[in-house]
Each structure stands twice: as structure tokens, then as C-alpha cells.
């Protein structure tokens, strides 16, 4: 393997991005005069008129589309105003680019197996100020935005919080001029759609590409072979007769980069986010089509697509599955080889590797990173173990998400010899090196090797990723206070003794202010600007605490309230197109939207809603409606497609909706609604549109959350137990705006050794709802039977028996204090002005000052 690769062009051996300073001017020199003054005079020019955009547009439709007027449809219109938006943003890129490479500044690499986007196009116009503009014209030329945007199909490639995270990461990345890029893999099948047939969820391929990609760049020129399986020997080297170890690789495939420009808002800082595709090394494997064997040549190339080709759809757990490790191999050392290529273009001295390079594992998924570069660096740059290793540390950092076991990585060793023998070999001399100086350090504790070795002893034996990823990195952070300090206490409390509580720190999660509340929320966004006399709100938003001056306004408590009922007639809408189902926006509406989880209760939400259909049955017509306030229950997301209760979960929802929506005893007093096929286009709509959201999960579970804080920035109020960053804000908005209940996270391994041994009280709301279910209301009983026992009979590991009560009671007081409309308006006003802290740009800022050590890059060449 070569560093030194890069397509040869007109002039010059590497791609523009990629010259030093010194050969830049040497470039310019050697340009003739006539071709530096074409270049001056005809060099793309970005649109600045709705002129300029429209000749843009037609262009595309024209050229790039090959249509014309007669037959340009809204999906024409969406890729033609997107490819215009794309030139934009590509000659702001290069310019970010060439920047940053001159500069010699270090850049910041967030490697995430999931970057959970949404749609560009509308984010791109707002990042760039230049909606408005883009809306005149599209008017000009007879379209209509909102029908134009909705043609665009979400790149789903991720499952829920930790792939939505890295979005928000790489927007504020950018948005606050950090040098900074992204890598992933380009799935050509991102997260399933989910389709209800019967009440149950049917998976159906996601396959967003159908119509090309507007976005994407293919850098086709930018090829990296990756190697698996194979064999190690050990050969000496003539000159230095030194003994080398060197991995010859059985299989090939080739890496091939596709880049999106990531813009930022108010800035023209563009970063880029690098996704990679699998493809076979040869078109034909020549001997063997020769031979005339042409169906295994077709099958080993297929067998190299077959890498990027779908994202795994688990959330929140691990499966043990070949071509998984071999995504993360494939990926990491794509990825890797490319940073050390842009590194070696510098021309500095290893050492200094980790004064321009910080690498940031999102969860351990690229855990193999660490080892990679340790491979990189000794056998086949040459360096000693202990100088190469020292680099490796000050390069890493490390983000948990889970402290759940049945969420920890770890790789049977077999399996991972056979795919990675050499980087198996590093592993062992890692670990090796590690329980060597923890024998040094406590040579009494007999039980710490054992604990903290990145191999389990077990049988057979696993590779422990998570301990690999804190052995290999310098800082170990969690994503919310709890979180943090639970990952100290527990998995991670080894570590602690061994390296000190310095390590390990807490970079509580965030969302974008751009997508999440100007994107999703227009109206509000609005208002806000209006009152606060700017938009500083959208990079600073600690301004939004200026709202609280407002509280007072009842004009503006009024323009408040009337925003968020828009909103439930919008989500109305949605709800009515996806499932036929009519809700009255002047109700309340309750929604629980995300994986579903046994962990995030899911189960305990539907249990509640039918308890509250009985009781409204139990209740004297007359005497409902001073009872219950009317009420809509909406309930969506994916579950994992071999996770049977999540299923099950799924079906008891849409079973319990077809028969309280059906009974006209119950009429407008509650609805119950599944939203099918959640994803991040649908949540722009449904944060918005929602009073009171659940975040419910067992205590200690939910490492963060962050559609929490999506619902509260938008003036929405939560219900939720004392878990995640469920904790922080409701520090920050106050707990008079939170409805909180449940037991702690501290008191949870006790209630489940209860459990255990049989203390187990089932409370007599929840007894009601199971006999509901038990005499067959909401259908067959074997149905829901699993859901029902694995709370009665086996252990409750989640705890519904034990919190169910004050569950009840807290949406009791959700019921009362939804009756005050002017006193929930002015909690809903507080809690936007207090949500400052939890933007994405915040979380930048700590992790650029606390784990990267780096600053923004202002000004452009
Ligand atoms: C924000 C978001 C999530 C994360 O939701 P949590 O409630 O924090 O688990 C999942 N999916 C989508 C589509 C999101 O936008």
C-alpha cells in the first residue's frame, strides 16, 4: 500500500485540494498566461439573483436533466434547483478546502458508521440565506416550494439518536468554521421504510438512490483498495534487518469516496462528509470469465458490492454478524488511509500527526481505527511500537452510548483472526503492552487484568471493543451528566482506577437550532426573530432567554399559542394522509416518537392509554368530559426487524386504535394514533405539533436522548422519568415544566433483584389494563401474551410494574394543567427560552476545547 496515489491530471500529479503551499506557487507559475486569463474570466460563478437562478434552473432541466419546459415535473424542478444549490455549495467547498490545506490546520475526522440526515435541499437554502431568493424564483417559474421539497427522499442512513447525532454534529461543525469532516459508508439501502399491514410492521428496501443524487459528488478518482482475510508472514529487511510483520491479504475491494458538502449557517465555511462505496477490484475477473466460469466472477463482484449495500437496522444492539466487522474494516481503513495521505501531504513528522489529525469514534463501531493506524504506523512506516503507539493515543477520542449490555460490542476472536489476522496479532501485543502496566500499577488486584483485557476469556473467547476504544484513545466522554457518570461507576469503573477519573468526561448531547427549530418550525422561528431583533438566536442560542421578557405579553402569549396550534393542523394533516385517521388539533396531543425499545416503554405508554380507555368506559357519560381532556395518543417508529416485542409493541398500538377510534363512548375524548415509517422529514413535522412528549425510558437506560430536547425547543412539554438528558433540562427549563416520575437510577438494580426472587406487585391500574388485554379486547390474547408475562411472570426488567402508578399520575397532572391554556403557554415560552444549552454548537465547542484541541478557521483565501 502507497500514499502516494491521487490521478494524474493536465499538469500535475495530485488533485487541487491536495498541493502544499510551495507547489501551489509552482503551479501558478507554469500556468500560461491565456489559460489563467480564461480561468479568471469564465470561472463558475455562484447565483446571487433570482436572474442568475433561474437561468441556473433552466440550465439543469436543459443539460444536466436532458428535459425541457414541456416535460419538467416537480421531481425535474427538485433536482434542478438541488444541482444549483450543489454549484453553490461546491465553490464554497473548494474554496473551505483549498483554505484548510493551506493553512496546514488541524482537522477534526467524526467517524460514524451512521449519519442519520434527512433531506439537503431545504437546510442547504436556509444555511446558505438564500430560501427566499430560491423561493421567488421557483414561485417565477410555476412550482411550489413546499411541493418541490417534498419530493426529496430522506438519507436515512442511520437508526435513531447516535446516527442523527453525527447530522447535527457535522452541521455545527461547520457552522462554526471548524476544519471538520465526516466519514461513513454510502448504503445504498438506508434504513427500511416501514410499511403497517394488519397492525404489523412490513419492511420494506429503502433504496433512496432510485433517482440519482443530487448531492453527492463521486470522486471516482479516489479509489482505495482494502484488504481482508489473507495471511501474515514475518520477512527481514535487507538494509536494516530489521524483523517485519506484513499482512498479505486474501480478498480485495476497492473504497470509492462520494462527498456531500456540508454547509453552515451564516458562513461560507462548507465541510465535507466522505461516504464511501464498496466496488470490486476488476469489471471481470478475467481468468475465470476466460474459462468461461462467468457466474463466479459476476458472484465475487457482487460479493465486494455487497458491503455498502444496506445498513444494519439494529439500534441500541449488537449482532455478531461477518459482513458487519467487514463494513468496519472496509470503512475505517478507507478512511484512515485517506487522512493519512492528506497528512503525509504536509510533509511534517509523524510525530506531529496528532497536532493536525483528531479522530472522534462514535460509539466503538470504528474502534478498528486505533489498531489500523497502530498497522499504518509500524508496519508500514516503519516506526517503533512504543513512538507509534504514543501517536495512536493523542489522536483518539472516544464517545460512549449505552451502558446496556446487550449493546457492547464484542467480536468472536475467531471470526476476527480469519477476517483481520494481523490486526489480531496488534490486539494482542495492545493488550499485552496494557496488563503489563496494570500488573506494574496494582500488583494485588487479582481480578483487574481480567476485567479490563480487551479479550473475554469467555468460550469461546471475544474481543471486547469498548475496552479496546478506552485502552486506544485519550479522553472516553458520555453524552449526558448521568450518563457520564454511570459509564464511571459501572462498565467503565476499572478504567477509572487504572487511568484516573481525568479521562473520562461528559459532553452532554445537542441538537441543530437550524433544522430543528428555523427548518422545522418557520412560524416560531418568526416570532422569535421578530421579538429578539435578529437572527443571532440561530449560532447563539442562549439569546433565546430574552423571550422570557415576553412572557408577560398576552399579544404575545397569544401569537404563541397560535403557532403551536398551526402546527397541530399541520401534523393533523399528516396524520390524516398517513393513516386516515382524523384528530382534532384543539385536543391534546401526547406523542412518543422513536426506536421502539423495551428499554424506552413503549409498552408502558399503550398500557397507560388503556387504562385510560377503561376508565373513561367506567366513567358516567356525563361526568367525562370534567374527568379526562380530550386527548390524542401518537405513538411511531421502526422496530428492529428481528426484535419480537418491539413488534409486538407495534401491533398492540395499532390493535388498541382500531378499537378505541372505533367506540363512540369514547369519541373525541381519546385517540390513539401510529405514525408509520418515522424518520427525520416526519419528526420536522411531528416536534412542532406536540404538547406533551413522552421520554419514558427505565432510569438509567437512555444514555441521552435527543428528540427530548427537539420537542421542548419547540415549545412542546415533556413527561419523562429522571434519565438522560431528561436531567439537564430540567435543570435548565425548571420543574415546574417537566412532569418527571419513576424510580431512580440508583434504586433500579435493587427493584430488579426483587424481581428476582418474586417481589413483583402488579398495581391495579395495570392489573385492569392486562385483563383487557387477557380477555381478548384488543384481539387474541396469544397475540400480546409475551408482553403481558414478560412483566408478570418474567422479572420486569424494565420496570413498568414499578413506575406505572406515578406514570398515571403524572399524565394525571398533564390532564389538570392542560386546562390552564394562558399558564401552559407561558411554561411552553420558558421552556424555549431556557434551551439554550442544548444546541449542537455547544457540544462542538466543548469537544473542539476539551477532547480535540482545536479552533475555528475564519477568514478564506
Ligand atoms: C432525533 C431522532 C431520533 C432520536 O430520538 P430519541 O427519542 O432521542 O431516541 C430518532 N429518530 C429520528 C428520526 C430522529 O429525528
Known amino acids: 500500500m502507497s500514499f502516494d496515489s491521487g490521478s494524474p491530471r493536465r499538469f500535475h500529479k495530485r488533485s487541487m485540494t491536495g498541493f502544499t503551499p510551495t507547489e501551489i506557487k509552482a503551479i501558478d507559475q507554469s500556468i500560461p498566461i491565456k489559460a489563467r486569463e480564461a480561468w479568471t474570466k469564465y470561472s463558475a460563478r455562484e447565483f446571487t439573483t433570482t436572474d442568475q437562478l433561474e437561468e441556473q434552473f433552466i440550465n439543469h432541466v436543459e443539460t444536466t436533466l436532458a428535459r425541457s419546459m414541456y416535460n419538467c415535473d416537480n421531481l425535474a424542478a427538485y433536482q434542478a434547483l438541488s444541482s444549483s444549490i450543489r454549484d453553490k455549495l461546491i465553490l464554497h467547498w473548494n474554496k473551505t478546502q483549498q483554505m484548510h490545506t493551506l493553512r496546514e490546520v488541524k482537522r477534526i475526522y467524526y467517524l ?39 419530493i426529496e427522499p430522506d438519507a436515512g442512513l442511520g437508526n435513531g439518536g447516535l446516527g442523527r447525532l453525527a447530522a447535527c454534529f457535522i452541521d455545527s461543525m461547520s457552522t462554526g468554521n471548524y476544519p471538520g469532516w465526516g466519514y461513513g459508508l454510502r448504503y445504498n439501502y438506508g434504513i427500511f421504510s416501514q410499511k403497517i399491514v394488519d397492525g404489523y410492521q412490513v419492511e420494506a428496501p429503502d433504496y433512496w438512490l432510485k433517482y440519482g443524487n443530487p448531492w453527492e459528488i463521486p470522486r471516482f478518482e479516489i479509489q482505495i483498495p482494502v484488504d481482508f482475510y489473507g495471511y501474515v508472514s514475518t520477512i527481514t529487511d535487507a538494509k536494516t534487518g530489521k524483523v517485519k510483520k506484513q499482512w498479505q491479504g486474501g480478498e480485495q475491494v476497492l473504497a470509492v469516496a462520494y462527498d456531500f458538502p456540508v454547509p453552515g449557517y451564516n458562513t461560507r465555511n462548507v465541510n465535507n462528509l466522505r461516504l464511501w462505496s464498496s466496488q470490486p477490484t476488476r469489471e471481470f475477473d478475467f481468468q475465470k470469465f476466460n474459462e468461461g466460469d462467468y457466474d463466479s466472477s459476476v458472484a465475487q463482484q457482487q460479493r465486494a458490492e455487497s458491503i455498502t449495500a444496506v445498513l444494519y437496522p439494529n439500534d441500541n444492539f449488537y449482532q455478531g454478524k461477518e459482513l458487519r466487522l467487514k463494513q468496519q474494516y472496509f470503512w475505517v481503513a478507507a478512511s484512515l488511509h485517506d487522512i493519512v495521505r492528506r497528512f503525509l501531504k504536509t510533509k511534517k513528522k509523524w510525530s506531529e500527526f496528532p497536532d493536525l489529525v483528531a479522530i472522534q469514534l462514535n460509539d466503538t463501531h470504528p474502534t478498528l ?102 485502552i486506544g484513545s485519550h479522553k472516553v466522554n458520555g453524552v449526558a451528566e448521568l450518563h457520564s457518570e454511570l459509564i464511571k461507576t459501572t462498565i467503565f469503573k476499572d478504567f477509572v482506577k487504572i487511568y484516573g477519573a481525568e479521562k473520562f468526561t461528559n459532553v452532554t448531547n445537542g441538537i441543530t437550532p437550524r433544522r430543528w427549530l428555523k427548518q422545522a418550525n418557520p412560524e416560531l422561528s418568526d416570532l422569535i426573530q421578530a421579538k429578539l431583533g435578529s437572527d443571532e438566536y440561530l449560532t447563539n442560542t442562549i439569546k433565546l432567554k430574552e423571550l422570557e421578557k415576553f412572557i408577560s405579553d398576552p399579544e404575545f402569549r397569544r401569537s404563541w399559542a397560535d403557532i403551536k396550534f398551526h402546527n397541530k393542523q399541520r401534523l393533523a394533516k399528516l396524520i390524516k394522509k398517513l393513516t386516515n385517521i ?57 422496530a428492529a426487524p428481528g426484535y419480537y416485542a418491539a413488534k409486538k409493541i407495534i401491533k398492540l398500538v395499532n390493535s388498541v386504535a382500531e378499537v378505541v377510534n372505533k367506540d363512540p363512548e369514547v369519541g373525541d375524548l381519546l385517540k390513539v394514533v401510529f405514525i408509520p415509517d418515522y424518520n427525520v422529514s416526519k ?159 455547544r457540544c462542538i465547542q466543548e469537544y473542539a476545547e476539551n477532547i480535540w484541541n482545536v479552533e475555528p478557521v475564519l477568514d478564506q483565501v
Open 112 to 150: 460514524s458508521l451512521e449519519f442519520l440526515m434527512g433531506r439537503a435541499l431545504d437546510n442547504a437554502m436556509i444555511n446558505l440565506g438564500t430560501k427566499e431568493l430560491c423561493s421567488k424564483s421557483i414561485d417565477e417559474l410555476g412550482f411550489n416550494l413546499e411541493d418541490v421539497l417534498d
Open 369 to 470: 481505527a486505533v489498531v489500523e493506524l497502530q498497522r499504518i504506523l509500524v508496519d508500514l512506516e516503519g516506526l517503533e511500537w512504543d513512538a507509534a503507539w504514543d501517536i495512536v493515543t493523542r489522536t483518539f477520542g472516544y464517545t460512549n452510548h449505552t451502558v446496556m449490555q446487550e449493546a457492547l460490542e464484542k467480536w468472536p476472536l475467531d471470526l476476527f483472526g480469519n477476517l483481520l489476522p494481523r490486526h489480531l496479532e496488534i490486539i494482542y501485543a495492545i493488550n499485552m503492552n496494557f496488563l503489563k502496566m496494570v500488573a506494574q500499577k496494582f500488583p494485588q488486584d487479582r481480578d483487574l487484568p481480567r476485567n479490563v483485557s480487551i479479550i473475554e476469556e469467555s468460550d469461546p473467547k471475544n474481543i471486547r471493543m469498548a475496552n479496546l476504544a478506552i
Open 582 to 638: 382524523e384528530v382534532n388539533p384543539h385536543n391534546l396531543f401526547d406523542v412518543q416518537v422513536k426506536r421502539i425499545h423495551e428499554y424506552k416503554r413503549q409498552q408502558m405508554n399503550i398500557f397507560g392509554v388503556i387504562y385510560r380507555y377503561l376508565q373513561i368506559k367506567a366513567t358516567p357519560a356525563a361526568e367525562r368530559a370534567a374527568k379526562f381532556y380530550p386527548r390524542v395518543s401518537i405513538i411511531g417508529g421502526k
Open 683 to 841: 419528526a420536522e413535522i411531528i416536534c412542532p405539533g406536540s404538547d406533551i412528549s413522552e421520554h419514558i425510558s427505565t432510569a438509567g437506560t437512555e444514555a441521552s436522548g435527543t428528540s427530548n430536547m427537539k420537542f421542548v425547543l419547540n415549545g412542546g412539554l415533556i413527561i419523562g422519568t429522571v434519565d438522560g438528558a431528561n436531567v439537564e433540562i430540567t435543570r435548565e427549563v425548571g420543574e415546574d415544566q417537566i412532569f418527571l416520575f419513576g424510580n431512580l437510577a440508583e434504586d433500579v438494580d435493587e427493584l430488579r433483584q426483587d424481581h428476582q426472587i418474586g417481589k413483583l406487585e402488579l398495581p391495579e391500574s395495570l392489573s385492569l389494563a392486562f385483563d383487557a388485554i387477557e380477555k381478548g379486547t384488543f384481539g387474541p390474547y396469544e397475540e400480546y401474551q409475551s408482553l403481558v408475562e414478560a412483566i408478570k411472570y418474567h422479572g420486569d426488567y424494565y420496570l413498568v410494574s414499578d413506575d406505572f402508578e406515578s406514570y398515571l399520575e403524572a399524565q394525571n397532572s398533564v390532564d389538570k394543567e392542560f386546562r390552564d391554556t394562558e399558564n401552559w403557554t407561558k411554561k411552553s415560552i420558558i421552556c424555549v427560552a431556557n434551551m439554550g444549552f442544548f444546541s449542537s454548537d
